[in-house]
């Protein structure tokens, strides 16, 4: 979790009341970029069932081994197409900022979703 209880994915809100009622199940992402920055929070907090439920199933691994030694710093939205809550298809681009042993990389995707039956999914890099 961010300092002072933020949320990691950078809307500044405590994560209690941003994304942490998405990784409980108690609300679902409205957006593909909800359900992206909550997916960049649940990589920050090591949430890997909620990683593999919000992951569509086409491309869904069947488990995930996150890396103790990695540490989510940041994220930065850059664009996004589509994904309003009435629509089925978006993209998110996005960078998101990472420590592993000491040293500062990144992570550039165009991330594509879709929306089944209300709820949003990660399918892959666009």
């Known amino acids: 979790m961010g300092a002072n209880?933020?949320?990691p994915c950078g809307r500044g809100e405590p994560y209690d009341e941003?994304?942490?009622p998405l990784h409980e199940g108690r609300r679902k992402?409205?957006?593909a970029e909800a359900l992206m920055r909550s997916r960049y929070s649940a990589f920050a907090v090591g949430d890997e069932d909620y990683l593999l439920a919000t992951w569509h199933p086409s491309t869904r691994p069947t488990s995930l081994d996150l890396d103790?030694?990695?540490r989510w710093t940041h994220l930065e939205v850059l664009a996004h197409t589509g994904g309003t809550p009435f629509q089925t298809t978006g993209t998110v681009?996005?960078?998101a900022h990472f420590r592993w042993r000491g040293e500062r990389d990144v992570l550039h995707e165009n991330s594509r979703f879709v929306r089944e039956d209300g709820v949003w999914f990660?399918?892959?890099p666009a």
């Open 5 to 7: 209880g933020r949320c």
């Open 18 to 20: 941003c994304c942490g």
């Open 29 to 31: 992402a409205p957006t």
């Open 68 to 70: 103790p030694d990695q």
């Open 93 to 95: 681009e996005f960078r």
């Open 122 to 124: 990660y399918v892959s």
